[in-house]
């Protein structure tokens, strides 16, 4: 007797398993990626790309934990994640932070990188079922999204730094992303199959990491102590339009914490893992938020960004420290500082200033989210160093040490420079 059945209807390639397998695949990709842009923030110089590429790698951390959380639905109840075959593949994108100048790095992003990850997600999507993995189909919809708004992004302000960069690094940038795309080829891109054999062993030299000097764009008046009450004691924290540019220079210069929370991300990547890093790259995208808060307030009021300053000294500080005091600093200026926003809120709102009470009333609220990671991620570090991981007192004596002494480095010159600055901003401010 000959048994027939109903034909099967074709709807998605990859079982679960062979699923699973292509998302870890994207995610140790965004991963990577995501540490790289961090280590980097530091040594980037442009204003624009400083604090637009925190959003860029926050964004690619919320894609990489939606795959991560989908391999572990697919693979149940196993929670590993192993590198095993596509190894060529991460250590192309570890190369990948040895980039020459800042400019190649952008350059690897917008022309290889990024592409690359488009790519493969639109290849995924042609092949998927929106049906039977329809939680993946819904997260890398918006990925696709996002990653031409990032590309888009990257090239736009590529194309004005390259025109503007000396000759001799523009070509060791260009000559670097084509090595960079050959390597990539070589393993056959990122894509839904297992990466080819390299064919040529990557040898960067020596290990990366980031600047303990940060880059800074020469559009802005560069020093190292942005406010006169920095190394000044009797330089007033002031009121009224005081109070107003004070906060908003103060936002401003939250760059530092930008750079140093990048460098706290890519320091501490291997030693604290997924969840430290995805919290990390919330934090960094918040410093940046803050950052250009002050700087939106500041050229809404009429200010070039040849008069406005961009201090360096909280994340000079930890030069050559232990990066713990990097992580301590952030925590510490977030929960010294964090009691005097809600008042500045209410200041601000007497004045009838909307900019400035809506900027810092979300600030304020970053800011209870970032306390929280401070004593979250200190513990951790310390109960690793067999340290009792709920005494903090170690590290804030020496954070604030080591700003105080960084403070006493301040010449009569630099000091006497950045006042005629205050006064200056002050001044205009107050003839508008």
């Known amino acids: 007797m000959t048994m027939s059945f109903l034909p099967g209807v074709h709807r998605g390639k990859y079982m679960r398993y062979d699923t699973a397998v292509i998302l870890k695949r994207f ?89 690359a990850m488009l790519r493969a997600y639109e290849t995924y999507l042609e092949l998927a079922d929106e049906i039977g993995d329809g939680p993946t189909y819904r997260f890398m919809k918006l990925a696709i999204d996002e990653k031409y708004q990032q590309i888009e992004t990257l090239n736009q302000h590529i194309d004005r730094y ?48 980031p600047l303990e000097v940060p880059a800074r764009d020469q559009k802005f008046c ?40 990048g460098h706290v991300l890519y320091s501490f990547a291997d ?52 990066p713990i005091y990097r992580l301590g600093m952030l925590f510490y200026f977030e929960s010294k500082n964090i009691g005097k926003k809600l008042d500045r809120v209410k200041n601000f709102e007497s004045m009838n200033d909307r900019m400035s009470q809506h900027d810092m009333d979300f600030d304020w609220a970053d800011e209870t989210i970032h306390t929280s990671y401070g004593k979250k991620w200190l513990s951790a570090v310390l109960e690793r160093r067999g340290k009792n991981p709920d005494d903090y007192t170690e590290i804030k004596d020496v954070c604030e040490q080591i700003t105080a002494k960084t403070v006493q480095t301040a010449t009569p010159e630099e000091i006497a420079q950045i006042i005629d600055i205050a006064n200056k901003i002050i001044a205009k401010a107050s003839s508008l």
């Open 162 to 209: 390259a025109a503007h960069e000396e000759p001799a690094e523009l070509e060791r940038a260009e000559q670097w992303v084509k090595e960079l795309q050959t390597h990539l080829d070589r393993l056959g891109g990122i894509g839904l199959d297992s990466p080819k054999a390299a064919g040529a062993e990557l040898k960067p030299g020596k290990p990366f990491e």
């Open 271 to 322: 030693e604290l893992g997924w969840e430290f890093i995805y919290d990390a790259a919330r934090w960094v995208y918040d410093e940046s938020r803050h950052c250009r808060m002050g700087y939106e307030r500041l050229k809404s009021w009429g200010f070039a960004e040849h008069e406005l300053p961009l201090g360096t000294y909280i994340y000079d500080s930890c030069k050559g420290q232990d």
């Open 27 to 115: 995610y140790l990709c965004e991963k990577m990626t995501v540490i790289a842009q961090a280590g980097w923030l530091p040594g980037i110089p442009y204003f624009e790309m400083k604090t637009l590429l925190p959003k860029i790698l926050w964004e690619d951390a919320m894609t990489a934990n939606a795959l991560r959380e989908r391999v572990f639905e697919l693979r149940f109840p196993s929670r590993i994640l192993e590198v095993g075959e596509d190894q060529g593949l991460i250590d192309l994108l570890e190369y990948a932070r040895h980039a020459p100048n800042a400019l190649a790095f952008l350059t690897a992003l917008s022309k290889v990188l990024k592409p």
């Open 222 to 261: 560069n020093v190292r102590f942005y406010w006169p009450d920095n190394v000044d004691p009797a330089f007033p924290y002031g009121s009224g339009i005081q109070l107003q540019l004070r906060s908003a220079v103060s936002h401003l210069n939250e760059v530092w914490a930008v750079e140093n929370a």
